[in-house]
């Protein structure tokens, strides 16, 4: 009777354990599905900003000693699962993150009720960052529209030193008061800057066939002048052209830009490295890039024109033909984009400007592009080539809302079918 009392009781432990061994089988093929999907070919980075910060410009830069940074980020293309990249590259010490969380922004510092998921780094919510390092965070499963804005929240709990940034970014973002505020509906008593800290890319898994463009340069692709927290650069014009276009397929739209960048020299550490030094972080590191937009040279021109050493067209072509064969190499095509008008800038020479029209004359003609977008005629003066149109600048180099958007109406689609 005893033997057949328990026979029932050894089936239900032996089904108890056969269960409990398929759960953690699940689990742990779960954990290494999820750690797989890092390598999943549909990533791409929808949002980008490369760190301009050797030196902080800013007199007034906040000190960060724990506090939550808010970032609000536009996207370009939408995904299923998104990751974050966050770098320490110019910073003074290691960079300690307590807590990372992702939502979609109501408006202001506020985020959507309910949006709001934590950010892990090899399932650990904190993380510190090396000297001079980068981390991926990841993947976290989050429905992520195109075109709109994400709030990233980063938790400094330690003095954070030197932060590295990138210094232009034409978007109001957030520094908390006290605490952790990672995941607090908005942020009341924040103080309002207009640079990103520390976080340098977005990727998202997106649709089959989706790839990544990346539009690299200076203040001009950067979007100064333009409506700061309007998305009014041209690389947001372009993204918005594709996606209203149902017979282009859609692409990521990720930025390699730094305001006041050259293509060869540095004349200022405010401008970050110069592009051949930073074109393996800023544009071959980023995820599915196919394509590259290339406008960059004006302040190789205006900046060394100042200085009286002023550089020359071969010179810059150089550094365009290296650039074009770094990105040939990784099998990225190369759209060469004509240098614009800037007569009347506080740099500007007629030296000069006999560069630039040289530069762009091999632009057009010289062959080593895969293609050319002529910006320069989507903003040029009729009457007076040499200049922007006057309704499109404030200070005759850089374009406003409106010059943007015509050079982004410029581009042939074509180059991307």
Same mark, same amino acid.
Request: hydrophobic share 40%; charged share 15%; proline share 4%.
């Given at each position: ?9 050894? +089936? ?6 056969? +269960? ?76 300690? +993150? ?211 050493? +002023? ?107």
């Amino acid at each position: 009777m005893a033997i057949q009392l328990l026979r029932p009781l050894l +089936l239900l432990a032996n089904v108890r354990m056969a +269960l409990a061994t398929l759960l953690l089988t699940g689990l742990v093929l779960g954990q290494t599905s999820f750690a797989q999907s890092q390598s999943d070919p549909r990533w791409v980075t929808t949002w980008a900003a490369s760190p301009s910060t050797l030196v902080d410009p800013r007199e007034d830069a906040p000190d960060i000693n724990n506090q939550t940074l808010r970032l609000i980020v536009h996207t370009s293309a939408g995904g299923s699962a998104l990751r974050l990249r966050l770098a320490n590259y110019h910073g003074d010490m290691p960079m300690h +993150l307590g807590a990372v969380t992702v939502a979609l922004q109501s408006e202001g510092s506020g985020i959507q009720a309910g949006t709001s998921k934590a950010v892990t780094f090899g399932g650990e919510s904190s993380i510190t960052i090396t000297r001079g390092g980068v981390v991926m965070s990841d993947p976290i499963a989050f429905a992520v529209p195109a075109l709109t804005n994400l709030s990233i929240s980063l938790y400094l709990p330690d003095d954070a030193g030197f932060i590295t940034s990138h210094n232009l970014g034409m978007q109001t973002n957030y520094i908390s008061t006290a605490g952790n505020h990672t995941t607090s509906a908005s942020l009341a008593g924040a103080t309002e800057v207009t640079v990103f800290n520390l976080l340098t890319a977005i990727d998202v898994i997106a649709a089959e066939g989706i790839s990544t463009i990346a539009t690299v340069g200076d203040s001009i692709t950067d979007g100064y002048g333009s409506t700061v927290s309007a998305n009014q650069r041209w690389p947001n014009h372009f993204a918005r052209r594709l996606y209203s276009d149902s017979s282009i397929k859609n692409f990521a739209i990720a930025s390699g830009a730094i305001s006041g960048n050259r293509v060869t020299t540095e004349g200022s550490a405010r401008f970050g490295e110069n592009l051949q030094a930073r074109f393996e972080r800023d544009v071959l590191a980023l995820s599915n890039v196919t394509h590259m937009v290339l406008l960059e040279g004006i302040n190789d021109i205006g900046m060394s024109s100042r200085s009286g050493e +002023l550089i020359s067209a071969d010179a810059i072509i150089s550094g365009y033909k290296q650039i074009i064969a770094r990105a040939h190499a990784r099998g990225i095509k190369v759209i060469g984009a004509t240098l614009t008008p800037y007569e009347g800038a506080a740099y500007y020479s007629p030296e000069g400007e006999v560069v630039r029209q040289t530069v762009n004359n091999f632009i057009r003609t010289g062959g080593a592009f895969d293609g050319v977008i002529d910006f320069e005629k989507a903003v040029q003066d009729p009457a007076n080539p040499t200049r922007l149109r006057a309704d499109f600048t404030t200070d005759n180099l850089h374009p406003n809302d409106a010059g943007y958007k015509s050079m982004a109406d410029m581009i042939d689609l074509n180059l991307f079918r």
